[in-house]
Each structure stands twice: as structure tokens, then as C-alpha cells.
Nanobody, 125 residues
Framework: QVQLEESGGGLVQAGGSLRLACVASGSRFSSYAMAWFRQAPGKDREFVAAVSWSGASPAHADSVKGRFTVSKDNDKNTLYLQMNSLKPDDTAVYYC??????????????????WGQGIQVTVSS
């Protein structure tokens, strides 16, 4: 099991930017595929972005493609999500997640064994 802690959230105006970070404990972070999910009030948790264990093969949801960028720094045990051109619809609690086994369905929350506690991102119009 790995412990995950998100940071970098907050309140921003539409069109602004935020950079989320997820720091992992333990020595096996470099072997885990990682992802970001988000959950808005009254909605299901939805996939945002994912990256392979090496940091290659990034994938982004259509709703954030071209605006968000996921990256992974194995030397720092940290996963990032750079969020630009933010919209009010991006308002949600954002979670990072770790996949120990390299599941092929990266979009499914059930593919991930460890989760952070989440961090609030609020975009005002």
C-alpha cells in the first residue's frame, strides 16, 4: 500500500491555472501507474488523466484534453496535474490514485488500489 497526499488546490477564476501535486510515500512509486480523478457534488467520480509507471503514455479525458497535462516524476515520488484555462465545470474534488498491477482499463476507478484523500478545486465564473 502507498499513501498519497494531494496539494495545490484552491479557488481560481475562470481562465486561470492551478498545478496539483500528489506526493507518494514508499519506495515503489516508480513501479505504479497513476491517475487523477475528480468528483463534483451529486456526480460520480470521473476519470481525468492517467500516466504509465514510467511517466509515458499520458491519457486525458476529452473534457480536459488540450487544457490539462499529467506528468510523473519518479525521482520525487510525485504525480502532477497542470490545469490551464480552467472552467466552472472543472469545479470538483480531485483525487490521485495508484495502480499496482498495470490494469488495462485506466479509466475505471476500480483499477486503482490506493487513493489520496482528495483536494478541492473551485473555479468561479
Amino acid at each position: 500500500q502507498v499513501q498519497l497526499e494531494e496539494s495545490g488546490g484552491g479557488l481560481v477564476q475562470a481562465g486561470g491555472s492551478l498545478r496539483l501535486a500528489c506526493v507518494a510515500s514508499g519506495s515503489r512509486f516508480s513501479s505504479y501507474a497513476m491517475a487523477w480523478f475528480r468528483q463534483a457534488p451529486g456526480k460520480d467520480r470521473e476519470f481525468v488523466a492517467a500516466v504509465s509507471w514510467s511517466g509515458a503514455s499520458p491519457a486525458h479525458a476529452d473534457s480536459v484534453k488540450g487544457r490539462f497535462t499529467v506528468s510523473k516524476d519518479n525521482d520525487k515520488n510525485t504525480l502532477y496535474l497542470q490545469m490551464n484555462s480552467l472552467k466552472p465545470d472543472d469545479t470538483a474534488v480531485y483525487y490521485c490514485a495508484a495502480d499496482h498491477w498495470g490494469n488495462t482499463n485506466r479509466l475505471a476507478p476500480t483499477s486503482y488500489e490506493d487513493w489520496g484523500q482528495g483536494i478541492q478545486v473551485t473555479v468561479s465564473s
